[in-house]
């Protein structure tokens, strides 16, 4: 199931409601492939202040946006877009306004939205649901993507790295830090291992402090209860993980005991 929030914001309240309503349609016409698709409004604004409140107090990560572009006397909403995009970088801006001229300022400030939209288009429905199944489209080619990276971010910067280098995530002896050993860097990073454990499905517990990439691993010992990882380190895991250490040694074909056994002397 995939489920996606929406945003709208518009200083015409009647206008927004109009909004949502074709919004809903729009997403009632979005084609579904294997998947079921959901969707709720997270927030329908008329001021460009509500929409950051609301990114501030709800974690957005690829949210789906239908600005007004003049909104009030000290914001419009290509500068709202701006800071939407620091808040939620897979933001899919959608810009939905009476006032054509505003257009070349979306291409000034690089928003880089899914669509312009006039709101006296006279076939305006049609453009909205053609505008939403091209940001399905977009979030969908992104998600995939994803999946095949794990990002974590060291200070302001964000580092993606390929899931297949992942060997393990450890905790460190530092609050809320974090160690990521891959096949060729150690990099620490400002995280949660509970947080990682839920965000990763690539990932399996081995202890409350460790993380591994399954498909990494040359070999575990079951008795010694220690799994060498391909890079040669050797990883203990907790004897409540007994049962679970079963099953990826069958999901996996993991060599167990006479290569441990070999690769532990």
Not at 41 to 60: F, H, I, M, P, R
Not at 160 to 167: A, K, S
Request: hydrophobic share 40%; proline share 2%.
């Amino acid at each position: 199931m995939a489920e996606y929030t929406i945003i709208i914001c518009d200083d015409d309240p009647k206008q927004a409601v109009n909004l949502s309503l074709k919004v809903g349609i729009a997403f009632a016409m979005a084609p579904v492939d294997d998947h079921d698709i959901e969707y709720e409004v997270g927030k329908l604004a008329t001021k460009y202040q509500e929409v950051l409140d609301y990114l501030d107090e709800n974690s957005l990560d690829g949210g789906i946006y239908f600005l007004d572009i003049e909104l009030d006397n000290e914001h419009n909403g290509v500068e709202l877009a701006a800071e939407i995009k620091r808040r939620d970088e897979r933001a899919q801006i959608i810009f939905v306004t009476a006032y054509s001229e505003y257009m070349p300022m979306t291409f000034e400030r690089r928003i880089g939205a899914v669509d312009y939209i006039n709101k006296n288009d006279a076939d305006l429905q049609a453009r909205m649901n053609e505008t939403v199944r091209d940001a399905l489209t977009r979030l969908g080619k992104s998600n995939f993507s994803k999946k095949l990276t794990f990002s974590y971010r060291f200070g302001r910067q964000i580092n993606n790295i390929n899931v297949e280098d992942v060997l393990y995530i450890h905790t460190t002896q530092a609050a809320h830090k974090l160690l990521l050993v891959a096949a060729n860097k150690r990099s620490e990073f400002v995280g949660d291992i509970k947080a990682v454990d839920e965000e990763n499905d690539f990932l399996a517990k081995i202890s409350q402090s460790c993380l591994i990439n399954p498909k990494n691993v040359a070999a575990i010992n079951l008795r010694k209860r220690t799994i060498v990882m391909l890079n040669g380190e050797i990883l203990s895991f907790s004897r409540r993980f007994r049962h679970e250490m079963d099953r990826l040694v069958d999901e996996y074909n993991w060599k167990v005991e006479t290569a441990a056994k070999r690769l532990l002397r």
